[in-house]
């Protein structure tokens, strides 16, 4: 009787949750956005607004299916009302056409992955109330949940024969008071013994990121090993890490991940992250580059036919803004080979020719970042793009590449390059329908000399509708970083567009201290904050206030990290040349940031090292706070109580300082953002506020 009535039971239950898994779907599509929100947004003028701003799709997550015939990416959208962002998942053809949502979910999904064979999509998601793998197929049907782990996980990688996962999961090896005192969980403290107990815009949690390997049967995944298994060190590296640091060998018998072994004060003083190898037939894990390197190495991806890894490399430890080098180790050899003796640039975002012949990455030069060839048989790099522009991602596909680019003028799209000629096709057009509807402001590119007769790179971004016979207030953009170009980026916060279309003309020098300019200008800045490069600064916007478009009686100066230092430095040495200022996360004290901010490798290199050391006082009398008693403008103050790189005292104290002398001044403070700003509608609220300020100053 149990035998006969089976498989009748089996059909029902099939058929229950095929009809559950319908509905489920169903529900998704009712309760969620158009396949693009974007579309359905209509603007009340051609100009750039911060609602219009914080409507474009933001895409990431670029992936080529194995067959090379379609492009998976995931975009995300912000919801002014709800005051979030969701990420959704598309598919289109690599060689054009239409783009579809397949997801259609109230959460964001993530680390999208193609299962080897092509014939499944892996995303992370948080729907189950925890964030778990789910697959589904190419088209956006069948969606399943395949993992059940505690904690949920924070990325994973298929093994290239479909029968292993990895993922990176957090796992609790350090003690809270809690721990410590469990007779007292109403307690709130924290006790601490070593440095690195907050990183960038969190607290430890006593957790450590590790990866585990898993079997998986195409349905679901079990038996998981730690491969760091009591190891209090993360992998990914914090903060920005991501799976790109994390990879499988071609014949699934290893795993490669970038790892800084390190604890407390050697962690914080140290930049020396290697790479590791993990044999998963033994369990053995081996340094790969071990004593030879002492900077950042990370990132290695190992070619197709197995022989090699390449990865990105710095020289020195504790300089997070050295040349990014490619290295290749050839596991037949033993042979340990830097492409990139002869090649001036930094290099990003390695990946390998489907042949193993060679490599493509993204580079800066002058300002703009290209795509790049290393061909291993002969070492020859050779660019592939040209134009004013930012490419941001590479990945080959068949004949073609598939790469992400974006610009002053442009949020990101993704487009396919002949890696022959670089003609370039765009295909996806996730903002088309913003794009068509805004007038952008012309930019320029201008040489300007600087004050020891070298050649400058600015960018001049005019108001939309320009009128030559018109003067503008005119804004001088200080870069933050401070090594990071001012490139041909699409920025949600510092963007040039929407500065322009509120009446600016923003002039913005790659000054002393930045990126794609060779590594002289680069490191120029070291030890040297307030030198050359305030110099650079002052001959930009000299040069441009001789023009008759320019109102010379209105001109700021606005910047963030780095670029918020040089606001309050500025402040107390522009003779007044600016009428108003804006800093945002901006050092003020060089002396108390010192021993406030978590990275010491940081202002170990770039101010010399603790300001009780002798040699290193020069530096620190750069201080802007030294100068507060010749501040005599306007000046607005911006900063996040989550920021732990520049903790916000330091905004605070300029803002005070300000006040106490009865100069103009106000302080915007968010208490739940970092360095940045990434909620819409505090989004919203800093560019209505940068531009009341600057309104009443340069325009009243």
């Given amino acids: 009787m149990k035998k006969s009535i089976l498989p009748i039971l089996i059909v029902v239950a099939a058929l229950f949750l095929s009809n559950c898994a319908e509905k489920a779907d169903q529900k998704e599509k009712s309760e969620t956005t158009p396949d693009n929100p974007v579309d359905q947004v209509e603007l009340n003028s051609d100009l750039m607004t911060p609602e219009a701003l914080w409507s474009f799709g ?82 956006g049907t069948g969606k399943t949940q395949i993992s059940d782990i505690e904690g949920g996980i924070n990325g994973f990688e298929y093994a290239p024969n479909q029968e292993k996962i990895l993922y990176i999961k957090e796992v ?17 403290a924290r006790i601490e013994t070593d440095l ?14 590790h990866i585990f390997v898993a079997d998986y049967n195409g349905s679901e995944i079990s038996n998981p090993v730690d491969i760091m298994e009591g190891e209090k060190y993360h992998s990914p590296l914090e903060p ?69 890894i390449a990865w990105e490399s710095m020289r020195r430890d504790g300089y997070e803004s050295d040349k990014n080098r490619i290295f290749i180790y050839n596991f037949s050899t033993g042979e340990e080979t830097n492409f990139s003796t002869g090649f001036n640039q930094s290099a990003h975002g390695l990946t390998w020719s489907s042949d193993s012949k060679k490599l493509y990455f993204t580079s800066g030069h002058h300002a703009k970042y290209q795509i790049y060839e290393l061909s291993l048989e002969d070492g020859v790099i050779r660019q592939i793009t040209e134009g004013r522009h930012n490419y941001l991602s590479v990945e080959p596909a068949g004949d073609v590449l598939i790469g992400s680019k974006q610009s002053m003028s442009q949020p990101t799209e993704i487009y396919s390059i002949d890696p022959s000629e670089g003609n370039e096709t765009q295909l996806s057009t996730v903002n088309r329908n913003l794009m068509d509807q805004l007038t952008m402001g012309k930019v320029e590119k201008r040489w300007i000399k600087t004050t020891d007769n070298k050649e400058m790179l600015t960018w001049v971004i005019y108001p939309p509708h320009f009128d030559k016979d018109e003067q503008y207030p005119t804004l001088l953009y200080c870069q933050g970083g401070p090594q990071s170009a001012v490139s041909q980026f699409f920025s949600y916060r510092w963007n040039f567009q ?26 120029q800045i070291s030890g040297d904050y307030a030198g050359q490069n305030i110099k650079d600064y002052l001959s930009a916007i000299d040069a441009m206030k001789k023009e008759p478009f320019v109102d010379q009686e209105n001109l700021g100066a606005v910047g963030a990290s780095y670029g918020g230092y040089s606001i309050f430095y500025l402040a107390g040495h522009h003779e007044d040349r600016f009428d108003a200022f804006i800093s945002h996360d901006g050092m003020f004290n060089l002396e108390s940031f010192y021993l406030q901010t978590e990275e010491l490798w940081f202002p170990n290199w770039d101010l010399g090292g603790p300001y009780w ?54 302080f915007l403070y968010f208490p739940n953002e970092n360095h940045w700003v990434l909620k819409p509608q505090n989004g919203i609220l800093w560019q209505r506020e940068f531009f009341k300020w600057l309104n009443k100053w340069l325009k009243e």
């Fill in 58 to 139: 933001r895409i990431g997550g670029i992936h080529v299916s194995p067959d090379n015939r379609t492009i998976l990416f995931r975009t995300t959208f912000y919801d002014k009302e709800k005051n979030s962002g969701n990420g959704e998942l598309f598919v289109m053809p690599a060689d054009g056409g239409e783009m579809k949502n397949i997801t259609h979910t109230a959460s964001t999904e993530f680390n999208a992955r193609w299962r080897p064979d092509g014939e499944k999509i892996g995303y992370l998601s948080a729907r189950s109330g925890s964030t778990q793998l789910w697959e589904m197929n190419p088209d």
């Fill in 172 to 188: 609790k090896l350090d003690e809270s008071v809690h721990d410590i005192h469990p007779d007292l969980p109403a307690a709130n």
């Fill in 196 to 209: 690195m107990y907050r990183h960038w815009d969190e607290w430890h949690n006593y957790k450590y990121s």
């Fill in 240 to 308: 920005f890490g991501g799976m790109e640091q994390i990879n499988w060998s071609p014949d699934s018998k290893s795993i490669t991940y970038t790892c800084k072994k390190l604890t407390g004060k050697e962690y914080t003083l140290s930049t020396n992250s290697e790479i590791y190898i993990y044999n998963l037939e033994d369990g053995t894990t081996e340094n790969l580059t071990g004593e030879k390197h002492e900077g950042y190495d990370k990132a290695a991806v190992y070619s197709p036919n197995g022989e090699m």
């Fill in 498 to 523: 929407m500065m322009a279309a509120n009446g600016y003309i923003i002039v913005a020098p790659n000054r002393r201290g930045l990126p794609t300019f060779g590594m002289d200008w680069l490191e």
């Fill in 613 to 666: 050391e002798e040699e290193n006082k020069d530096v620190y009398e750069q201080s802007p706070h030294l100068f507060v008693d010749e501040w005599d403008t306007p000046i607005m103050v911006i900063h996040g109580e989550k920021d732990y790189r520049i903790p916000y005292t330091q905004g605070m104290s300029a803002f005070n300082a300000a006040q106490l002398q009865d100069i103009p001044s106000k």
